[in-house]
């Protein structure tokens, strides 16, 4: 006897394994983002997995060395081999999976069709939750007026704008407010804030002076790199406004200390 529509949906459902990159930032700097993102897959019937990884080959990648880069998107690749998706709480590293892994092997056919089907299944944590699980609400509340930072690559490579303001409107006590210039630059850039220090705390300070216009008391986006620069630069200035990513929002885990501040108990 063939399965029912509904039952062979559901079976595709419980077949569902979802693999979360959980990036070097979020691991080392503040793995609750790990957390946020495991809660949110499971929640909308996800079976979630961590395999062993290393970094995605970003920092490589933008400083010119090729050989590294593949050497890690390899690692990445076969890691998440056995997976119907890969899931990252960034637009940054997701960037770097799905657009930039297939250009590195070209030329190598075995490789080049690997990293092609990798990147098909590749998608940001909140894009994910929205376009393929077709999630339209959480179950979050966050008591607060809330600006949303667009980080580049999340916007410009993956397309994710309308995804995480459609969730946040169902998070309970929260209200969003659109920051003038959210698709502009917050001037982190990974290496280019090295780099560059001068020129990228000018572009923070237009940032920070952008989401203070706003009369925002959060600031949130989808990578922790741009929150880290974000909130560090609202910090030295003395502001109250937090910065947080979205992912802790959305699971209901807002009452953690926000980026940049000491843990409950510990001294600033």
Known sequence: MSETPAAEKSSREERRKVG?????????????????????????????????????G?????SGDRQTAKDLAKQAIDAFE??????????S?????????PELFKGEPDMAARAERFAEKTYEL????????HVDKVNARYDGIV???????GLRELGVKKQPRRLLKSVEGLTIVELPEAETCCGFG???????????????????????????DTVLAGDLGCLMNIAGKLQREGSAIKARHVAEVLAGMGDLPAVGEPAKGERA
């Open 20 to 56: 979360l990159f959980v990036t070097c930032l979020v691991d080392i700097m503040r793995p609750t983002i790990g957390f946020a993102a495991v809660k949110l897959l499971g929640d909308a019937g996800c079976r979630v997995v961590v395999p062993s990884q290393t970094c995605c």
């Open 58 to 62: 970003q920092p490589a990648y933008n």
């Open 82 to 91: 056995d997976c119907d998706y890969v899931v990252v709480p960034s637009g």
């Open 93 to 101: 590293c997701g960037g770097m999976l799905k657009t930039h892994y």
């Open 126 to 133: 909140v894009s994910f939750l929205t376009d393929v699980l």
């Open 147 to 153: 600006g949303y930072h667009d980080s580049c690559a």
């Open 190 to 216: 990974g290496l280019f804030a090295t780099k560059y220090g001068e020129l990228s705390n000018a572009i923070v300070a237009r940032k920070a002076a952008d989401i203070g216009a706003a009369k925002v």
